[in-house]
């Protein structure tokens, strides 16, 4: 034990043939210090191969205890600074690993999967072609490999969203649904109450019944504190009717039997499926997310009190939301040490400006007066900037004017001078007016004359609005706008059409006239400085009836598709074709990121709440896998290992695309 030598051979490759090889060299491990085998280790699986490593003496089982505590430190820090990697083990990478056939999972989706000491379990879920399997797979981290363990008695229904824990040496599964198949024999949509134990020692399953028990359910979530299960919410058939569930059922596991706890008031969550559901302690547990239905996805936290008798519910605070997990109740989420991990779709990139938008409406005639200099209104050093009044909630219409008409009587207009708030509200209203007048003087010309040349973009600043007023006599009359006829809706559709097509191609050749305007929304509207988020243009009547009819044509089409999927034998059905890789733009786009909350101050502190960690590049890491929903996270030694899914865009396709691969997030190595 105290030399831990290792043979190395050697060759002399400048002898020839003839000359006998060079002995054998022993070069002992123990003269390395110990960052370099540490530095060594962590190359090795931290998992069976690092425990055999430890007992090897007392200096290597030192390090190997400081490498598993560096290893958590890290992975902590990494979730922090998002300074974590992606890789992935797919059946590709299996496959040139070993020269053999080797055994591997087969996709799916809505499985439920649980790591017991060195090993990943993986139940049932969803497959490719709307069916459901029943069947357990374990996953050796040691030595990356997949295996069907071989087991006795009476095996769990195919299912999908059931809950699956390890408590002890057992696995215990409940619940879960099965929807029906497009595939003979028809299998009829159900939900499970079942209740199995899997021996891992004897390979064997375990069907319990016991009453009462909790009625039919899926998508529940369920932790284990001590000897008992809580299970919490969930989508359950109650009276032959279909409803979400927020109860709490709790499952003595050594004596297998079912009970309901007692609650303090009526402080309770809202009725859900699909949340995520981790343990604090023994008598506590968090429950973030989850949904209730269409349109009501819920972002909130609930904590548990279980000391007492009388269990209690409390709603916590939520802090930095907007760093925060979205629609958690199809993506996994798990615990590491002091924080909740949750794998799930990019955020949009927020914009660094105020979302304004100037209209670039085309006008008629030549190229129109020179655009003014970006830096004659720019005030001088040292001069201070005069901003406008915020808008108030009246309107401009409203407040403002009537704001106005008191200031000007109660300053007795002070020889005509306009304030500089007036005098940017007064060219606010005088720019507006001088858009409305080009807007139908081009629709004029456009209905009337059907001319579409010389069209050319009107030129502006935000600086003209501060500009001070021009001389009344130099101020020449507008010419009256001509009247505009009302057009039928087809032409009306046309032109407007052909009007925003000619806009945005201009746009791109004056956007040197404009440095200060953001050059993203150079759509025609109304008002030009409204925010863009309220000025979505209207859909034509025209364009509605004609989305309907499509929409109506590809649902006779997918129809069409299923009930000749139905009545084809088996033995004439097509195979799949297989499906289309990916763009290159969206696996840079559609990927998964990384959001983590902060629990640590839940049970601390006096007033519980949650965290979410402000992240750096949209959460999105190196290696990121592409997006997938209904997958599972669980967390590893040192790591977080997620696996399986279904593309979202796939499910209302007859052959979903789902995934297999299991991508592992660690910290990456240091640098010796």
Known sequence: MDTCNHKVDSENHNCDMTTSPSPLCYASLNVLPDEILEFIFTYLPPYGDLEHCSIVCKRWHAIVKNLVRRSKFNLEKGLTDFRLRWEVFSPQTAAAASSSPVAFIAGRFAHSAVRQRNS????????TSDTTFNDLWRFDLTHMRWARPVATGTYPSPKGSASMVAWKDQLVLFGGWRYPSLHPPYQPWCLFDELHYYDLGKNRWLLRNTMPCPPPMAGHSATVHGDRMVVFGGYQITDDVNINSNDTWVLDLPEQRWWQPLFVGNTRPSARYGQIQIELDKNHLLVVGGCGGANRVYTDAWLLDMTRDVWSWKTLTVRNKRFGAVHMWCNPGCKVNNYLVVVGPSPNMPQDFQMMKQSRVPVVGGRGPPPPNPHQNMPQRGQRILMPERRQAGGLGGGLGQNRANRLGAGGGAGGALAPQEQYLANRRAILNQNMQQAQQFMHNNNVNNNNNNYQPRSGHLSDLHAPPAPAAAAAPSPPSPPVRPPSLSAADGDVDAAQRLQ??????????????????????????????????????????????????????????????????????VEPQPLRAPSPKRLRCNVQSLFVCDISGILSSSEPALDWVEYKNFGVLRGAPDRLILSSLIAGNGELILFGGVHKETLTDITHHVSNSIHFLSFPRDII
Do not use: W
């Open 120 to 127: 990943m379990y993986v139940f049932g879920g969803g497959s």
């Open 504 to 573: 945005r191609n201009l746009a791109l050749r004056c956007r040197d006239n404009e440095p200060r305007l953001p050059k993203r929304f150079d759509e025609m509207y109304e008002d030009p400085f409204r925010m863009a988020a309220f000025n979505v243009p209207t859909r034509s009547r025209s364009a509605s009836r004609d989305h309907n009819e499509r929409i109506r044509r590809m649902e006779e089409k997918m129809n069409a598709i299923r009930n000749s999927r139905r009545s084809a034998p088996a033995a004439a059905q």
